[in-house]
C-alpha cells in the first residue's frame, strides 16, 4: 500500500480523533465562550459547512439541515484527510530528526494555516479575533490531538522512506 493511501487512512481515522477530543472540550468549555464561538461564526455553521452551504446556494440547492450535513462532514474529513497523505507522501521523511514532535508539528501547522489563517481569509470563519481565546485553544488542542494520531498511525503502518529503512535494518 504506497504512502498517499496510508496518509489518507490515517488522515481519516485522525479527524474522526481529533473531533471526539474536540467535541469532549467543547462540551465542557465556558458556556460563554461557547455561546460567543457560535454568535461570530458566519451563518452560525463551522467552516466546512460555510462552504458546502454556499456552493449549494450558487447551485440553488438548500441543504437539509445546514449542519451537519453529509456534505459538510465529507469535506471536513477531506481537509483532514489531503494533507494527511501529502504529509505521508513526503513531509513527514523530511521531518524525521524531529521524532516524536513531528505529528504534534504537522497538526499545529494545520491549525496555523487552516483554522487561523485560510478559513477567516476565505470567509468561512470570522477573523480569529472574534474568537474567544477557548476556541482557539481547543481548536489547537484538537489539531495537536490530529497531527498525533496521523504520524502514530503512519508509524503503525509503516509509511516513509524512514520506516522502510528501519524494518531493513532489523532484517525484515
Keep these: 500500500m504506497g504512502d498517499l493511501v496510508k496518509g489518507a487512512l490515517a488522515g481519516a481515522a485522525a479527524v474522526w480523533v481529533m473531533d471526539r477530543a474536540d467535541w469532549f472540550a467543547f462540551t465542557y468549555e465556558d458556556p460563554e465562550a461557547r455561546r460567543r464561538t457560535e454568535q ?13 452551504n454556499r456552493v449549494a446556494e450558487m447551485a440553488g440547492v438548500q441543504l437539509s439541515p445546514r449542519q451537519p450535513h453529509p456534505a459538510g462532514i465529507a469535506l471536513h474529513y477531506g481537509l483532514g484527510i489531503g494533507p494527511s497523505a501529502l ?24 491549525f496555523l494555516v487552516q483554522d487561523e489563517g485560510l478559513n ?6 470570522a477573523p480569529p479575533g472574534e474568537y474567544p481565546w477557548q ?17 502514530l498511525a503512519l508509524g503503525v503502518m509503516g509509511a ?7 524494518r531493513h535494518a532489523r532484517g525484515h
Design 160 to 166: 516513509g522512506r524512514s520506516s522502510r529503512r528501519s
Design 120 to 125: 477567516a481569509l476565505s470567509g468561512l470563519s
Design 135 to 151: 476556541a482557539h485553544a481547543r481548536g489547537l488542542l484538537a489539531h495537536l490531538v490530529l497531527g498525533t494520531v496521523v504520524d
Design 87 to 110: 504529509y505521508a507522501a513526503g513531509l513527514r521523511d523530511r521531518m524525521a530528526g524531529l521524532g516524536m514532535a513531528r505529528g504534534p508539528l504537522f497538526g499545529l501547522g494545520l
Design 40 to 52: 461570530v461564526r458566519p451563518g452560525g455553521l463551522d467552516p466546512s459547512h460555510v462552504a458546502v
